[in-house]
């Protein structure tokens, strides 16, 4: 039997509150992941990598769930947050890594 998870209460609300804006995001983004060759895998660590760098814990916590269960490993989560330290600073790398260690140290 597989075990769904509850959506963050945050995204229920919107859903809730603003229900046609959601889908459309939702639309979109299935749109978006379907245009090109990337596995989910990979969009997943992307994702992860573009909301490290806007520093969203929320979105980091989202993509780092979604790369798991799209079959990225720990080690390859964290190494898509390392290779951004020349990019977006190893500050905002380090408050990303303890975001994502708030997921897989669970």
Known sequence: MKKTKA???QY???RKRYGVVLESLDNLARSVKEAG???E???QLIQLAG???IKSEGAVHSHTR???EAGASP???RHTLLLLISTVGFPNVSAALSW???ILEK
């Open 7 to 9: 959506l963050p209460k």
């Open 12 to 14: 229920q609300k919107l």
């Open 37 to 39: 060759p990337i596995d």
């Open 41 to 43: 895998k990979t969009a």
């Open 51 to 53: 909301a490290a760098a």
């Open 66 to 68: 979604r790369a798991l």
């Open 75 to 77: 080690e390859e989560i």
């Open 100 to 102: 994502v260690d708030d």
